[in-house]
């Protein structure tokens, strides 16, 4: 029973520290000190060092031999390969969640969507940023697949402690969830994919174009060395 108890306490503690990058309270190659994290959340060091463990292996964190852990920052080709996993993983989230909609699923998915879009008339960066993720991830909830939720919420987190302002205009973002969540309430799986599908891609490639700019940049500052 105590073991169960500890290791909701180390899940929880992985968490919190998740929604500090979410909500940048955490920045990219920020020292992550173990008494600081330990004192704001009220625990010991040792559930510390296991969710350290955890967001290590999910990339989230680096451990750097004699420096410490670091919130892990990464390139621009590097984010541009996590938006092509989100651009074939999501979807998928998308079709499963209209297979299992609901009343209470719609209202949900309803309620962030008005949530967004509050932040957006807002104008209010980190807070269209983290409605965004919400309102993704009750998608991917919805989908009642565990594992894939798991899997985009690390992805996402990623995505928004590395990536500075927004990749699509928010007005645009806002239509298309609204589009996306209607398509979900049908139970029309194929269009929800796809929807999905046109959502994500638009952002990556936004971000691929940024990345063949810097390689231009490059390429440039190497001519005649």
């Known amino acids: 029973m105590h073991k ?14 998740k929604n500090m990058m979410l909500k940048g309270e955490l920045k990219v190659n920020q020292k992550l000190a173990q008494e600081n994290l330990a004192r704001r959340l009220g625990v010991s060091r040792t559930p510390i060092l296991a969710a350290f ?9 680096v451990n750097l031999p004699r420096r410490g852990v670091f919130v892990r920052q990464f ?12 651009v074939r993983l999501e979807p998928l989230g ?6 299992h909609t609901s ?26 940023k983290e409605a965004d993720y919400s309102l993704h991830m009750e998608i991917m909830r919805q989908s009642e697949s565990a594992f894939l939720y ?21 007005g645009k973002s806002d239509a298309e969830h609204r589009s996306i ?17 046109e959502h994500i891609l638009e952002s990556r490639n936004v971000l691929r174009r940024a990345l063949l700019e ?11 060395h």
């Open 181 to 197: 969540i209607d398509a979900i309430v049908a139970g029309n799986s194929t269009q929800a994919e796809e929807l999905m599908y």
């Open 75 to 86: 390139t621009i080709g590097e984010l541009v390969d996590i938006y092509d996993i989100r």
């Open 4 to 17: 169960l108890e500890y290791e909701d306490l180390q899940q929880k503690v992985y968490k919190a520290i």
């Open 150 to 170: 798991e899997m985009i919420s690390t992805f996402n987190i990623l995505l928004i402690a590395n990536l500075k302002g927004l990749q699509k205009n928010p």
């Open 214 to 224: 810097q390689q231009d940049d490059q390429g440039e500052g190497n001519v005649g």
């Open 53 to 61: 463990s955890k967001l290590e292996k999910d990339m989230l964190v």
């Open 103 to 128: 009343e209470e699923n719609a209202r949900r998915l309803w309620e962030l969507s008005k949530r967004f879009a509050a932040a957006v008339e807002a104008s209010e960066v980190e807070t269209i």
């Open 94 to 99: 998308a079709l499963q969640a209209a297979s």
